[in-house]
């Protein structure tokens, strides 16, 4: 049985920074392509960043050179630390793990920021 756990979320005020961690079990994690997404109330689900199973890493604009993905295979965790949030970035947050045609999904987890 396949499951993604995140965990990390919570309230923060604006310029506060966050570290979101998902733990995965029940598949070989190292060969997966693994995603954060999130999805904000009225909009869209968004692609927010990926980490590939050779650890290439890629973000959306609207977070470059604030979050950072990264990946730890020995504990089959990856991580997404948000630095100097901005009350935009109030959403839920979904880890993805993605390879062919399969794609697992965590519960999510909510980030609100707000003063």
């Known amino acids: 049985q396949v499951q993604l756990v995140e965990s990390g979320g919570g309230l923060v005020q604006p310029g506060g920074s966050l570290s979101l961690s998902c733990a995965a079990s029940?598949?070989?994690?190292?060969?997966?392509?693994m995603g954060w997404y999130r999805h904000a109330p009225g909009k869209q689900r968004e692609l927010v960043a990926t980490i590939s199973s050779g650890s290439t890493t890629n973000y959306i604009d609207s977070v470059k050179g604030r979050f950072t993905i990264s990946r730890d295979n020995a504990k089959n965790t990856v991580y997404l630390q948000m630095n100097s949030l901005k009350p935009e970035d109030t959403a839920v947050y979904y880890c993805?793990?993605?390879?062919?045609?399969?794609?697992?999904w965590g519960q999510g987890t909510q980030v609100t920021v707000s003063s």
């Open positions: 993805n793990a993605h390879k062919l045609s399969w794609d697992f």
């Open positions: 029940g598949i070989i994690f190292s060969r997966y392509h």
